[in-house]
Structures are given as structure tokens and as C-alpha cells.
């Protein structure tokens, strides 16, 4: 018999009924060191004092308004944004996948509204995931996500990860804009080199191009950086953000300059519940602290901790972790074949540190932005024990 929650989810066996920082309760008080922060969306940690304040205050006031009325809260988080980045504008979201759709019909509008209206595709590449839509799926390709979703909509095609020919030699007439994730969350933690993101810059420009990046999972600082393209120079025409910009409200932004977001006039997209004042009040409260100075530094100085840690278990472990990849606190952990990421990532869990599995064999480490060295320490005590363990039953195994 089916379950009362549509299950499409294989959820591990525990519940937690409080978190403060790094740390998660379950119902038994027991506690976890959780470096899979609701997948990069808790940002600030659990129960963020300013966090809670910001939205038991606002939770006082007025809930939600609509988009038909004056949004303070919008105002202030756009112009903070607008002036932290490339963008010129920004409509906000209830999640990732509607700030990608919000992308994607820009993009289309863009190329309709300057005359040419034969421009609607969209170039993607292999390993992507820019959420659960049609669009966002077709997007993607991935046999695991549109298989029985048929048909899917027209106009989506994807590239092999990190050729640039490949890219060239798929732009036609009739291409929109590339889509990018400048680090790969859910395809395993694959940084895009800075050269190629710049070399993706390049060839949007050369024919007209949009450039769309989904910094969902690798933007709010995650990187060190607000936004992780600013490691390399080249900027989007348009952004889609979400997860930790509200740290763990539900939230998406889809940024924009003023010459992409041409087209995108009254009645043209719209959202209920897409920046209320409720989340507003917790996005601003993010951007309070993301905006301390040293916050990035700190994420900047606990990655390099963090992946040097990370590099001993390579250097211990050979038969079971092949490399570290990222930037910043997305960090991954590539196994050998022989060993299964989601069999570390359930041992793990046992011992009381969450992680979340990811495609090509990775473990993605993923910790609230504000954890601390000691935090590292244990999760990496803690991920060597795992690796002791599944080497000993290889080991058993192989008898
Ligand atoms: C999580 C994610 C999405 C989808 O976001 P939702 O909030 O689940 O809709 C899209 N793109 C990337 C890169 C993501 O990590």
C-alpha cells in the first residue's frame, strides 16, 4: 500500500527534532554533526539567533501580501543584492526550480522581444541538475530524470562536461543560451575551470548568447565568494540562486541585468508566494551576516582546513577515496569504484555525521558556512573510522 507521503524519497531511518549550529538532535536527544546542512541550504547553521528573531518578528506582523501590493523586505534584499553583484534586477522565488524557469522564459523573452524569436534554445551539459520541472529536467537530459516524463519539452540539448568544442560546434541559429552551474552540485562536485567558464563568456558574446548560471547550490557564499563565478571574472546575463540565500526558508532569486531582463514586463511572470514578507525578513537577516566582514574569509580559511584534512584520507586511504574536488565549503570526495558512496555516507550517518551522496561516486561535504575547526576535526575523525570500517569489511569481503 502506498504511503501517505508520495514515496519518492528513500529516506535514511532517523527524524531530528532540534538543531542549534552544526548540530542536529534526533528524537532520542542523540547528536549529529550535520555537513549535509539540509544540502547547502542551511548556510547559517540551525536555530540562527538572528535568524529567529528576524522571522519570529516579522511572524508578529504580517505573514503574506501578495505581489499585487508593495513588498518592503523585496525592495531592500534586491537592491542589496543587485549592488553585491552583476545584476541589475532580481524576481524572487519559493525554490530553485522556479528561479531556473524564471531564467529560462527570460532567456526566451530576451531573444522574442529584440526580434528573434527563432532563438529558444537551450544548451546544458552532461552531469547537470538545475531541479524538477519539465524544463529544468529537459534541461539536464538525465535518462534517471525524465525517464516516463515524456515528452519533454523542446528545445533543451546537452554538451559533454568541460569540451569546449563540443559547446561550439552545438551553437546554432536558433541557440538562446547556455546553461551553467559554475561548480556541478548533484553531478558530483565538478568545479568548471575558470579559463572555460571565461571561455563560455566569450562565446555567448561572439554570437549573441545568453548566459544563464545556476549558482543554486554553489552561490551565497558557499565558495568563499557571494557568487562563485566571481572567482573567475566572467559574469552571467542571468543567475539563479536559492538554497542558502535563505537559509533554510524556502527562497530562490533569479538575478538579472537590465538588458537581459528587457522583455520581462507587467504581466509577463508572476509568483503568489514568490518573496513574502516572511521570507524576506529571513533573506535579509542572511544577507545580514554573509555581508559581516570576514564571513567569506572564514569560509575561505575553514576550505583550506577542511581540504587538507580531506587530502590525508587520499594519501590513508588509496583504496577507498581517489581525490578532493571543489571550492570552498562544496566539497567532494571522489570513492575508488570498488567503494559506493552512499555505503560511506549510511556508516557515516551511524557514527553521527551527516553527508549526501552525489553522482560520478562522490560524497559531497557540505557544512553550514559558520562551522568552526573543531567541527572539522571531528567529521574528519569520524570519515576516517567510516573508511577503516569499509576497508575491514573489503578486507572480509575479499577472504
Ligand atoms: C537544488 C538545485 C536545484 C533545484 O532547487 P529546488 O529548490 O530543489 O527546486 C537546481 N539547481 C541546482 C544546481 C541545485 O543544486
Known sequence: MITPVLPTYARAPVTFEKGEGPWLFDETGQKYLDFAAGIAVCALGHSHPKLVAALEAQ???????SNLYGIPGQEELAKRLTDASFADTVFFTNSGVEAMECAIKMARKFHSHNGNPERYKMLAF????HGRSLATIAAAGQEKLVKGFGPMPDGFDQVPFGDHEALKAAITGETAAILIEPVQGEGGIRPVPPQCLRGVRELCDEHGILLIMDEIQCGMGRTGKLFAHEWSGAT??????????GGGFPLGACLATERAAAGMTGGTHGSTYGGNALAMAVGNAVMDEMT???FMEHVVKMSGLLRQRLAQLVDEFPDIVEEVRGEGLMLGIKLKPEAVNG????NARERHLLLVPAGDNVVRILPPLIVGAEHI????????????DMRDSAAVAAK
Open 126 to 129: 552532461e552531469g547537470s541538475f
Open 343 to 346: 555505503t560511506l555516507v549510511n
Open 292 to 294: 559581516v566582514p570576514g
Open 236 to 245: 552571467p546575463d542571468i543567475l539563479a540562486s536559492a538554497k542558502g540565500i
Open 59 to 65: 511572524a508578529r506582523r504580517v505573514w503574506h501580501t
Open 377 to 388: 576535526s571531528q567529521a574528519v575523525e569520524t570519515l576516517s573510522a567510516t573508511c577503516i
